[in-house]
């Protein structure tokens, strides 16, 4: 760790990268929330230490597509992970899991 959340990994500088999951179930309503609320975190963190934010939505209503705004997406990146059938909520955790690369991981529900 050199300060403020910004840490040495074999010599070269990294800042901590957040991955965020969340399942959606027939819920494209709360997805610009879920933005919105991880923008706001994001500069509020920031104010502390360097991190970076990735959303990983998966999708467990494949009948639906996402619908994500990338207009209010500033710092936050975003990766969609499409279950081919509706797999619950455990499987769609596990599979947000394997697509996402931060040092820390959250659960999220789409509600929250």
Do not use: A
């Not at 879920?34 to 230490?49: A, P, R, S």
């Not at 494949?62 to 909520?89: A, F, H, T, W, Y």
């Amino acid at each position: 760790m050199v300060s403020g959340g910004i840490y040495l990994r074999q010599g070269v500088i990294m800042e901590r990268k957040i991955s965020v999951i969340i399942p959606i179930y027939k819920g494209n309503s709360f997805i610009s929330h879920i933005i919105y609320m991880l923008e706001e975190n994001w500069k509020t963190v920031n104010k502390i230490e360097s991190v970076s934010i990735e959303m990983v939505l998966v999708n467990d209503f494949p009948d639906e597509e996402l619908v994500i705004q990338d207009r209010l997406m500033r710092n936050v990146s975003c990766i969609k992970v499409i279950n081919k059938q509706n797999c619950g909520i455990h499987f769609s955790r596990v599979q947000g899991l394997f697509h996402s690369s931060g040092d820390y991981v959250l659960f999220l529900d789409q509600d929250d």
